[in-house]
């Protein structure tokens, strides 16, 4: 089978730091995209990790242990604008991309 | 970058009538392309992977004499409901892997907002 788990909501304040975890059980792993959406929007792609260790790209970094099922999403210098779901996706088998349910992060003033 | 357009962005249509969705990769050729369906508040779903010449391959669950696809060139593949029903109102969504690599990430066009009345 294949899980893939996130937290369903958290909140932040603007300039804050803030960290979104998840955890993957797939049948296959060939790398693991986190991509954020708008509401009524696509989705569209923050980063990639496919080896163990930290992937930094602005204010978004992305953390990855294969051992542990695990990655996580660190946003800094929180805005407004962040304000919207962050989805984590396995790329299983390499071809489509299995998605986690979201975490809807709302950042406040 | 690479760009994926999906037309129409939304549509409402009466039950038991058919909707085509296109998905186009404007800058680059897809010979896969996916179509995923989400429901509000939820996650993407993967309904189908459109080949590009051969069938297509649909997930579990997923009717394929209802969802119809084709993928008849490397730019355009089609997503068709057929005999829509209210149960079928959703967000439809393609993507298309720009790089031949399997770790490209995936494009998506901006959805399309399907509501069966």
């Known amino acids: 089978g294949q899980n893939i788990d996130q937290p369903t909501e958290m909140t932040a304040t603007e300039g804050a730091i803030v960290q979104i975890n998840c955890t993957y059980q797939?049948?296959?792993?060939?790398?693991l995209f986190w991509y954020q959406q708008h509401a009524g929007e696509a989705p569209t792609f923050l980063s990639y990790n496919v080896l163990d260790g930290l992937e930094e790209k602005g204010r978004f970094s992305s953390f990855l242990s294969r051992s542990k099922g695990y990655s996580y999403l660190l946003l800094k210098e929180l805005q407004m604008k962040d304000s919207a779901s962050y989805l984590c996706a396995v790329n299983q088998a390499g071809t489509a991309l299995i998605f986690g349910k979201g975490t809807t992060l709302s950042v406040s003033s | 970058g690479a760009v994926v357009s999906q037309h129409p962005s939304w549509v409402i249509c009466k039950s038991g009538t058919s909707v085509k969705i296109e998905c186009r990769s404007l800058d680059f050729q897809a010979t896969t392309m996916f179509w995923y369906r989400q429901f509000p508040k939820q996650s993407l779903m993967l309904m189908a992977t459109s080949n590009e010449g051969s069938k297509a391959t649909y997930e579990q669950g997923v009717e394929k004499d209802k969802f119809l696809i084709n993928h008849a060139s490397l730019t355009l593949s089609t997503l068709t409901v057929t005999s829509a029903h209210p149960e079928d109102s959703s967000f439809y969504i393609c993507?298309?892997?720009?790089?031949?690599?399997?770790?490209?990430?995936?494009?998506f066009g901006n959805g399309t907002r399907l509501t069966v009345t």
């Open positions: 993507s298309a892997r720009a790089g031949l690599s399997y770790n490209s990430p995936l494009h």
């Open positions: 797939t049948s296959g792993f060939n790398g």
